[in-house]
């Protein structure tokens, strides 16, 4: 019988299924949604039981289109938290990664830490999406509850649970938790003890490829990785070298190192990546295609984007002045600021629908340069970049930042993001292929490049600068959202 490898990707609206077979070729996909839930202001929830339902719901189509799966892989939204009591029962709902409930606790891990040590351990500071500061919350909120709590878990890893039995986690997810000592790869024992979380409560942690359990039809399930990880290595950003630029509603720049290096900072995230012995550093804006998006919905609603853009294309590299700063909610590099706010800047008489969204496209871009630059210091310029995200779809939109970047762009033939990557996953911990490496190898394949276009780049250099002076000129004047 042909091989054929699963990869599940639990997202924060729907589970996403792909099965492969090992040339890379797509069998058959799978989605199945379920609701969030927004109680107050701030707070974001998911119940685990949907989860599970649609998770079982994405198996059963993929294994009656492409037939039994020969390894599984896992990844999905990180930093979520899900508390079990000794039953392995949830003693309430997930609060998830977009959860703002936990200022508080961020200043107290940062006060009880330090904030240069726990960078030093973590590779990052303390922010409200992070697992443990929910953990934090819950102690001083929910004690009944929190007294209760046998096992924490990561969202992907209760899918695991449920699919194996297993209390397990990978160093990719757990990275995000603030729990983990991202060099060594293990469980901090410095943090648990200033935190006073009790290390029992805590999955196994392993390697991304490692078989973390088997179905009961005997299915190898690998432990996977958390989105970003397990997206990169769909885009084949592996090892060092080619970077991977996600356009998706957030915009991510993500690099593969290989020791673990943190920006002292902590304007970039430093993670264990899903290739035992590698690291990454990723910037994230919160606002990319996001940002597209919203000027959509709010001047042309109901115009498909492809008509939206064309205006756009009229217009001069630079927008002749004008300037979009995204930061729509907030910003996470290199402005760790939720009260950071968006702007135009430079508007004139002249600029019409089109000029509004070239800009923001070059205002995306900009964003996205202030990520890589802070990489580049730390690990040296990349070759190119390969791009994946709904936002990857526009030409313009891709020959802007290449321009803006420096770098040539590469788009691959398959790009089915952390779904594909935690399939490669599957497959490794199946023994179809030798490592990570080799899965890239087998299956990743370039298909078409965008080149920076050089009088764009001498334009963008000028507005890049003027684009940096914004977030310090205006943060002064705007108010808090809260």
């Known amino acids: 019988m042909s091989q054929v490898l699963v990869g599940i990707d639990l997202g924060t609206s729907a589970v996403k299924g792909l099965a492969i077979s090992p040339d ?3 069998v058959a996909r799978a989605e199945a949604a379920y609701p969030l839930s927004t109680p107050r202001a701030g707070w974001a929830e998911q119940d685990p039981a949907d989860w599970w339902a649609a998770t079982e719901s994405v198996l059963s189509r993929l294994r009656a289109a492409a037939g039994p799966p020969t390894g599984i892989g896992l990844s999905g939204q990180m930093h979520g938290l899900v508390v079990l009591d000794a039953k392995d029962r949830p003693l309430r709902p997930a609060i998830l990664w977009n959860d703002q409930r936990t200022a508080r606790e961020c200043r107290e891990i940062e006060q009880r830490i330090g904030l240069e040590r726990l960078i030093a351990l973590t590779g990052n500071r303390a922010l409200p999406g992070f697992t443990a500061p929910k953990l934090l919350w819950l ?23 449920r699919l194996c039995g297993e209390h397990a986690s990978d160093v990719s997810d757990a990275s995000g938790t603030l729990l983990l000592d991202v060099a060594t790869r293990a469980w901090s024992a410095e943090v648990l003890g200033a935190l006073e979380i009790e290390p029992q409560v805590l999955p196994i942690v392993l390697e991304s490829p490692a078989v973390s359990g088997l179905t009961a039809a005997g299915v190898p399930v690998a432990a996977g990785a958390g989105d970003q990880a397990a997206g990169a290595l769909g885009v084949g950003v592996d090892r060092p070298g080619p970077v991977s630029v996600a356009l998706g509603t957030s915009g991510v720049v993500f690099g593969a190192v290989d020791a673990f290096r943190a920006d002292p900072r902590a304007r970039l995230h430093a993670f264990c990546h899903a290739l035992p012995g590698a690291w990454h550093l990723m910037g994230v804006m919160l606002s990319a295609a996001g940002s597209l998006s919203w000027l959509r919905e709010t001047i042309a609603p109901g115009v498909p984007y492809d008509e939206l853009l064309s205006g756009a294309d009229s217009w001069p590299a630079g927008t002749e002045g004008l300037l979009f700063l995204p930061y729509l909610v907030g ?31 070059e ?3 900009f964003g996205l340069r202030d990520c890589l630059d802070l990489l580049t210091e730390l690990a040296g310029k990349p070759p190119l970049a390969r791009v994946s995200g709904g936002g990857a779809r526009s030409e313009l939109w891709l020959a802007i930042i290449a321009s803006v970047l420096e770098l040539p762009l590469e788009r691959v033939s398959v790009d089915e993001g952390a779904a594909f990557g935690a399939a490669l996953l599957g497959g490794v911990a199946a023994g179809v292929w030798s490592d990570v ?23 963008y250099r000028d507005s890049q600068a003027r684009y940096r002076a914004l977030y310090p000129a205006l943060r002064g004047i705007q108010g808090s959202s809260s």
């Open 437 to 459: 490496p080799a899965a890239v190898a087998a299956t990743v394949r370039p298909s078409e490049r965008i080149e920076p276009v050089p009088e764009w780049t001498d334009a």
């Open 331 to 361: 910003e996470r590099t290199p402005h760790a600021d939720p009260d950071a706010r968006g702007a135009f800047i430079g508007l004139q008489v002249r600029h019409d629908r089109g000029a509004l969204v070239r800009a923001v496209l």
């Open 363 to 365: 205002g995306v871009a």
């Open 24 to 26: 890379g070729g797509v």
């Open 139 to 161: 102690r001083r909120h929910e004690p009944e509850t929190y007294e209760r709590v046998a096992r924490l878990m990561l969202p992907k890893d209760y899918v695991r649970l």
